[in-house]
């Protein structure tokens, strides 16, 4: 078995059950096992142990000294800790997959702890969302979208009291891994609205800045096809 696990926030569930829906819909695997990685959950399993305060009305991480703009902004990653094989795909709620999602997997190397789309992004916007914060970071958004080889040796360095001890920074830029232990993945299975070339044509869509689930991103790039699968996912209900 191979496992997706999809970012989940209470205030976007039914953008994770679309980007759910976009996967099982296109996908060939009869051995795909599909998570929502909720916090609760996790805490409630002693694996997130980080304090989570609301300052101005948003998640804080005092760790971080920083804004969280959803639940799994750290809790990503424990996947080696929860995943039950050797191969895991995390992605954000915010993806729609347009394409067969064992193409990803095809692409795993096991020299790799972690592969993903390597992007350059500086995000023109100040805020995103419902009004959250853009932060800056090193390799910001490479890990949006994990294909994770769960069982590399790399990861032994990454327990569950590191990951609950240290910036979030300092996760989000695979601190642990040497260069030559992170793999690239082609832009076109992370492609950022707003951001990515526009030539590319994406094989999944990640509304990174907002989605048409907002009041204010009706107009993103391939927000008909965003909400088609909505009307899809809510037909089949």
């Known amino acids: 078995m191979v496992e997706v ?6 205030r976007e569930a039914e953008v994770a059950d679309v980007c759910r829906h976009s996967i099982l819909s296109r996908t060939s695997r009869h051995d795909l096992g599909i998570r929502d990685l909720k916090l609760s959950e996790l805490q409630s399993k ?15 991480d005092p760790i971080s ?13 424990l996947i080696p800790h929860v995943a039950e094989g050797q191969w895991a795909i995390f ?4 993806f ?10 095809q692409l795993a190397d096991p020299k790799y702890a972690v592969q993903c789309v390597q992007h350059h992004h500086v995000p023109k916007n100040e805020t995103k969302m419902d ?4 932060l800056l970071y090193a390799r910001k958004n490479w890990s949006s979208m994990m294909l994770w080889n769960c069982n590399h040796p790399a990861h032994a360095k990454l327990t569950p009291e590191v990951i609950n001890s240290v910036p979030g920074r300092d996760l989000h830029r695979f601190f642990w891994l040497e260069d030559d232990e992170i793999g690239a993945l082609p832009a076109t ?18 509304y990174t800045r907002g989605g048409p689930w907002f009041a204010d991103w009706q107009n993103v790039d391939y927000a008909d096809e965003w909400l088609a699968e909505r009307e899809a996912l809510r037909a089949a209900a």
Request: hydrophobic content about 35%.
């Open 5 to 10: 696990f999809i970012g989940w926030d209470p």
């Open 91 to 94: 992605c954000d709620c915010d």
């Open 189 to 206: 299975y992370n492609w950022l609205e707003g951001s990515s070339d526009p030539s590319i044509d994406p094989k999944v869509i990640h």
């Open 46 to 60: 002693g694996l997130y142990t980080r304090a989570v305060e609301t300052r101005d009305g948003r998640m804080w």
């Open 65 to 77: 000294e920083a804004p969280m703009s959803t639940e799994f902004a750290i809790s990503r990653f």
């Open 96 to 105: 729609l997959w347009r394409c067969d999602i064992d193409e990803v997997f």
């Open 131 to 134: 009004g959250q914060l853009q």
